[in-house]
């Protein structure tokens, strides 16, 4: 009887090895799965995945992955196993149909095919058949749709740049400086205008632009009046003054700006 059941229990290991295809001898390396088996139906719920990597010549890494993404991938380098069992605890994250793959390296570097087990998380649910609801027909009710009218926009235009301009509140002459001690330059009526582009300091005295010439003059602010404001103008450096005392005008002479043939007397004053 004892070597019946000897018998018996070598005959089952066999069978065991066989269905499980271990490499006893062969050095091509190997994978399978033993959990969960291919076509299999799991709840939503963590299930301990099992796998297997056989190879003649060691096993030096085995990989799993699931619907192509690597979740293990471990070296077995330097523990000479044939054969190495490894467990994976797995959390699926919602109902679906997922591809467990797992295969194995060899000592000499070679790759087994893929084991593959393709299992489905979650019953399927039936589609449940509807029951059409009678279909209740409705007479619209006719609505005006208002008209809107779009009200225009104004745009305002940019306004225009105020350029300086000074009219003469009297007869006036125009000099080389700020001051009664630099020469007269040429003179101006009341009335005429004319740019200003400058100011002394203090703003006393303005730097005139002689009309249809590049030349400058001054004239003191006391006779004439401005149209913008006198302090955005620019200071002006005046020039230095001269070292002779100007000689007093004390006859008329004829001006280049003289709008008129008519000689008029301009004294030594601003």
Not at 35 to 53: D, E, M, R
Not at 94 to 123: C, E, H, M, N
Not at 239 to 261: A, K, V
Request: proline content about 10%; hydrophobic content about 35%; charged content about 10%.
């Amino acid at each position: 009887m004892n070597a019946f059941y000897k018998f018996t229990l070598l005959l089952a290991l066999i069978c065991m090895l066989s269905a499980c295809n271990l490499p006893m001898t062969d050095q091509e390396p190997r994978a399978w799965i033993d959990a969960p088996l291919n076509g299999s139906t799991l709840q939503l719920a963590p299930y301990p995945v099992v796998y297997h990597g056989g190879a003649g010549d060691g096993v030096t890494v085995i990989e799993f992955s699931i619907n192509g993404e690597i979740l293990s991938n471990e070296s077995n380098a330097g523990q000479d196993s044939i054969l190495v069992t490894r467990r994976y605890t797995w959390s699926p994250q919602a109902p679906g149909t997922y591809t467990l793959k797992v295969r194995t390296q060899s000592g000499s570097g070679g790759w087994s095919d893929f084991a593959v087990s393709v299992v489905t998380i979650g019953s399927v649910t039936e589609t449940p058949t509807n029951t059409p609801n009678p279909i209740i027909t409705e007479t619209p009710i006719s609505t005006v749709t208002p008209t809107f009218t779009a009200t225009p926009t104004t745009t305002l235009a940019p306004p225009t740049a105020c350029v300086p301009m000074v009219t003469f509140v009297q007869n006036a002459n125009c000099r080389s400086g700020p001051g009664t001690v630099y020469e007269v330059y040429t003179s101006f009526l009341e009335g005429q205008t004319t740019p200003i582009e400058g100011r002394n300091e203090d703003g006393t005295w303005g730097w005139l632009k002689i009309i249809n010439s590049s030349d400058h003059c001054w004239s003191s602010a006391s006779t004439f009046s401005i149209s913008c404001d006198s302090g955005a103008l620019p200071v002006i450096a005046a020039p230095p003054p001269p070292t002779e005392t100007p000689e007093i005008i004390n006859d008329y002479l004829p001006f280049f700006n003289n709008p008129t043939e008519t000689p008029f007397i301009i004294y030594d004053s601003p």
